[in-house]
């Protein structure tokens, strides 16, 4: 090292035989140790453009991160966020693979190192794209939910006994929240007005979502986008960038209600489809149940009402599952402290 030139990326002073350095894991840049110890994590919020009650709005970062060398820039423009030669650089990006419909798969890494999506198939071509390059990866992962968020603004206001059994607390029968966007949709909505619900086209805040799952016995999940007219281009776009889905119908897309749905302790009925995402986090008949039809939703909706405490241990299975793995803490500490 005597004979070279080399200088530390953030003193820019030279780098002796014997200093104790780090070296960057993805474009090899070396720093003195002392120089490293002193740089602090640098979190980006690049969720303005994000939808106005986006989920991701409500995610904390900066109360769980540990690590000193990570830059983490999060929401719709997060892929655009400047490279820090001196950091490690995450994006997280939960628009894929819905947003492939009016953009590309950024294949090119320029602005980060790792990405963490929760589309495994975006992921899956992705690393297929960048085999040679020097560690850059994409990870599949779950939607986060900041649990001191949600305490602090909902479960301390009502002093709710998370993880009870029965909670006395479910005064709604069954609920779905999402836009009426698909002819699914609307039979979800003709099933439940059977019942004393509470259906929710537009949620008028985040805080107003997560009290009607709080106060809901089932919710209703779907995790896939259809193709119908209305989007029918962005079908072909996404089909062109992903060719997995070349044949198909519909598209796999886990949204953030499977995890809220969990983290509220509601009974899920989660539609059932062609890829069945959800068992990749929950357990079907411990966690959830699935049903195949309108049909079939309207008689387990009828089932669990008419004996709510028999079936009350799938929703408290969800949350103890949620609580112990897809918390934020857990989304920091298994896929961002880890650098």
């Given at each position: 090292?005597?004979?070279?030139?080399?200088?530390?990326?953030?003193?820019?002073?030279?780098?002796?035989?014997?200093?104790?350095?780090?070296?960057?894991?993805?474009?090899?840049?070396?720093?003195?140790?002392?120089?490293?110890?002193?740089?602090?994590?640098?979190?980006?919020?690049?969720?303005?453009?994000?939808?106005?009650?986006?989920?991701?709005?409500?995610?904390?970062?900066?109360?769980?991160?540990?690590?000193?060398?990570?830059?983490?820039?999060?929401?719709?423009?997060?892929?655009?966020?400047?490279?820090?030669?001196?950091?490690?650089?995450?994006v997280v990006y939960f628009e894929e693979p819905n947003y492939l419909g009016i953009q590309d798969i950024d294949y090119s890494c320029d602005n980060y190192d790792i990405k963490l999506t929760?589309?495994?198939?975006?992921?899956?071509?992705?690393?297929?794209?960048?085999?040679?390059?020097?560690?850059?990866?994409?990870?599949?992962?779950?939607?986060?939910?900041?649990?001191?968020?949600?305490?602090?603004?909902?479960?301390?206001?009502y002093n709710y006994k998370l993880g009870t059994c029965i909670p006395y607390w479910k005064k709604i029968n069954v609920v779905y929240i999402g836009h009426e966007m698909y002819k699914l949709?609307?039979?979800?909505?003709?099933?439940?007005?059977?019942?004393?619900?509470?259906?929710?086209?537009?949620?008028?805040?985040?805080?107003?979502?997560?009290?009607?799952?709080?106060?809901?016995?089932?919710?209703?999940?779907?995790?896939?986008?259809?193709?119908?007219?209305?989007?029918?281009?962005?079908?072909?776009?996404?089909?062109?960038?992903?060719?997995?889905?070349?044949?198909?119908?519909?598209?796999?897309?886990?949204?953030?209600?499977?995890?809220?749905?969990?983290?509220?302790?509601?009974?899920?009925l989660c539609y059932r489809d062609d890829y069945n995402l959800i068992e990749d986090y929950f357990k079907e008949g411990e966690d959830f149940i699935y049903f195949d039809s309108s049909e079939?939703?309207?008689?387990?909706?009828?089932?669990?009402?008419?004996?709510?405490?028999?079936?009350?241990?799938?929703?408290?299975?969800?949350?103890?599952?949620?609580?112990?793995?897809?918390?934020?803490?857990?989304?920091?500490?298994?896929?961002?402290?880890?650098?």
């Amino acid at each position: 090292m005597d004979n070279k030139k080399i200088n530390c990326n953030v003193c820019l002073n030279k780098i002796t035989s014997g200093s104790i350095i780090f070296i960057h894991p993805f474009n090899n840049n070396i720093i003195h140790n002392e120089c490293y110890d002193k740089l602090n994590s640098l979190v980006v919020n690049c969720s303005d453009n994000n939808y106005k009650y986006d989920p991701v709005k409500y995610l904390n970062f900066n109360n769980y991160i540990t690590s000193k060398n990570i830059k983490i820039s999060w929401g719709l423009d997060s892929i655009k966020s400047k490279y820090n030669n001196n950091m490690i650089n995450i994006v997280v990006y939960f628009e894929e693979p819905n947003y492939l419909g009016i953009q590309d798969i950024d294949y090119s890494c320029d602005n980060y190192d790792i990405k963490l999506t929760l589309c495994k198939y975006t992921s899956q071509e992705f690393n297929k794209k960048n085999i040679n390059k020097l560690n850059k990866k994409c990870y599949n992962v779950f939607f986060p939910i900041d649990t001191v968020y949600l305490k602090n603004n909902l479960w301390n206001k009502y002093n709710y006994k998370l993880g009870t059994c029965i909670p006395y607390w479910k005064k709604i029968n069954v609920v779905y929240i999402g836009h009426e966007m698909y002819k699914l949709i609307t039979e979800f909505k003709q099933i439940m007005n059977k019942y004393n619900n509470n259906y929710i086209l537009s949620v008028p805040d985040y805080l107003s979502k997560m009290d009607s799952y709080l106060h809901s016995k089932i919710a209703i999940v779907h995790n896939i986008l259809i193709c119908q007219d209305n989007n029918n281009d962005i079908f072909k776009n996404i089909k062109s960038k992903l060719p997995i889905f070349k044949d198909k119908d519909n598209i796999p897309q886990i949204k953030s209600r499977l995890f809220e749905a969990a983290s509220s302790q509601c009974i899920i009925l989660c539609y059932r489809d062609d890829y069945n995402l959800i068992e990749d986090y929950f357990k079907e008949g411990e966690d959830f149940i699935y049903f195949d039809s309108s049909e079939h939703l309207d008689k387990l909706i009828k089932i669990i009402l008419d004996d709510y405490e028999k079936y009350s241990y799938i929703a408290l299975n969800a949350y103890k599952k949620f609580i112990n793995n897809y918390t934020l803490k857990h989304f920091c500490d298994k896929y961002i402290n880890i650098y």
